[in-house]
């Protein structure tokens, strides 16, 4: 049974199609999922106030029925130090197709992850891992396994990963906390396998995955 926020957030989304982040990143946190401490504005006062409350430096993305893909209409702004930086990606957001506000949160670091889901017809459920980041569609280097998955199955995902020692540390670099990414990928399979019957699709890219924890960077959710 889905929570009451979760199917709130379903049922006042399903005639636009898919979810805005805010709600997605609601989502996300209802079931245990980590994400950055945020806050959606549709003022520049208010967005200033949360700005102080987050602390900087922040992301800054579009919030807009009418943008679903937010880099690709200049949406999303990182590394805002300050009042008059986010002074200008107000402004500059402002100007986009169906501009509803600004969607602000704590900048996160790590190595940059996908995990995904789409509900196939033939298989129900099934869940996606690889490197993400805007590379992913060059690299192509995933992972796919049936829902609901186990600790064993997310092993043996990131096992068959061709990138597979980035995760596990390489060159000095601190390998990703792997207890953490198993929480993060059996919390996301249970959702999926809860609101399989609503859901076509569900992208977290990037997840960053590091020695303390994973945080998921991204999300959207596609509606059926």
Not at 164 to 170: N, Q, S, V
Request: glycine share 8%.
């Amino acid at each position: 049974m889905l929570s009451p926020v979760i199917e709130t957030i379903l049922s006042a989304s399903a005639d636009r199609g898919w979810v805005l982040e805010p709600d997605a990143k609601r989502i996300m946190r209802e079931v245990g999922l980590n994400v950055p401490d945020f806050r959606y504005a549709t003022q520049l006062e208010a967005a200033a106030k949360s700005a102080a409350e987050l602390g900087y430096p922040l992301v800054a993305k579009v919030v807009s029925p009418a943008v679903l893909h937010k880099s690709e209409v200049g949406g999303v702004a990182v590394g805002i130090d300050s009042d008059a930086a986010l002074q200008d990606v107000f402004a500059r957001f402002s100007r986009i197709e169906g501009f509803a506000g600004i969607h602000l949160e704590k900048m996160a670091r790590g190595l940059e992850l996908i995990v995904g889901a789409k509900v196939d017809a033939q298989f129900g459920p099934v869940i996606l891992l690889g490197l993400g980041g805007t590379g992913v569609e060059i690299y192509q280097d995933v992972a796919i396994r049936m829902a609901p998955l186990s600790a064993p199955d997310v092993g043996a995902m990131v096992d068959s990963l061709t990138g597979r020692k980035l995760l596990k540390g390489y060159r000095g670099v601190d390998p990703v906390n792997m207890e953490k990414l198993t929480h993060t990928l059996l919390l996301f399979s249970a959702l999926v396998m809860g609101i399989e019957d609503r859901i076509a699709s569900i992208d977290l890219n990037p997840v960053l995955c590091a020695k303390e924890a994973c945080v998921i960077a991204d999300a959207r959710i596609i509606l059926r």
